[in-house]
């Protein structure tokens, strides 16, 4: 079920904006299955794309965040330096999910795309071809 911004629970909002920043919100949907209810609210923050899911005790379950090439971290980045020399960073992402944060690179070099997933210590968790 689609919801308006008023329909969004306060404690999920000012969570957000305490942890995130404001919140300037595209889409906010609710549901429900088996009894479980979750709240997904897509929107930007500081002109960058963020998906959160929080469960219905406003605990978050997943978060999504596009990212500038200047906010990977330097371990991350070192670490795509290093492995993928001459490739250009063409979009990255942050992913946090059950305690855990992961970061994926979408890479070019040439006519060739790959896709790699580095945990936040710079390991390379994931490879895939574009």
Do not use: C, W
Request: net charge negative.
């Amino acid at each position: 079920k689609e919801l308006k911004d008023s329909e969004v629970p306060t404690s999920i909002a000012a969570l957000v904006k305490t942890k995130y920043g404001s919140l300037d919100l595209d889409d906010a949907m609710f549901t429900e299955e088996n009894a479980k209810v979750t709240y997904i609210l897509k929107g930007e923050i500081n002109d960058m794309g963020h998906i959160f899911k929080f469960d219905d005790k406003a605990n978050i379950l997943k978060h999504e965040q596009d990212l500038r090439n200047s906010e990977v971290p330097l371990l991350v980045m070192n670490s795509a330096k290093t492995t993928y020399n001459g490739y250009e960073i063409r979009d990255a992402d942050l992913t946090e999910e059950g305690g855990k944060v992961i970061y994926s690179l979408q890479m070019r070099k040439s006519n060739e795309r790959i896709y790699v997933i580095f945990s936040s210590e710079g390991k390379i968790l994931e490879v895939r071809k574009g």
